[in-house]
């Protein structure tokens, strides 16, 4: 098995080195959930980069907002990851203080079919 990628969240094993990513299809989720969670203007040398769910923490979870979200995380993803996904659907559930994106997707590398799921309260 060749080691790809760093795992994320980035973690240091019991030796003191960097621990890798043993799962094939982690890299891409964990790069999934950075999109999700920059907001944009965090990085500094890509200030567009993200899509910033974490900014929706106190906005009302409605079928708006939900549907806000859908079009954003979509539009996201394809753009800063693209080359490496196509998004399947994006599927947004506001029930009382929690939304509930889930973002199925297809790996380009190998065609198969994966879903991220990232609840807020």
């Known amino acids: 098995m060749t080691v790809t990628g760093f795992g994320f969240p980035f973690r240091v094993n019991r030796s003191g080195t960097i621990a890798p990513d043993q799962d094939e299809g982690a890299e891409l989720r964990g790069k999934i959930v950075q999109v999700l969670l920059t907001a944009p203007g965090e990085r500094i040398n890509q200030p567009e980069f993200g899509c910033g769910l974490l900014n929706l923490v106190f906005d009302p979870a409605n079928a708006v907002m939900a549907t806000a979200v859908e079009f954003s995380v979509g539009q996201a993803l ?36 994966q879903a991220v799921r990232v609840h807020f309260k």
């Open 78 to 113: 394809t753009r800063w990851l693209g080359r490496e996904l196509a998004v399947a659907a994006v599927d947004v559930r506001a029930h009382e203080e929690t939304l509930t994106v889930e973002v199925g997707y297809v790996r380009r590398r190998d065609l198969t079919r």
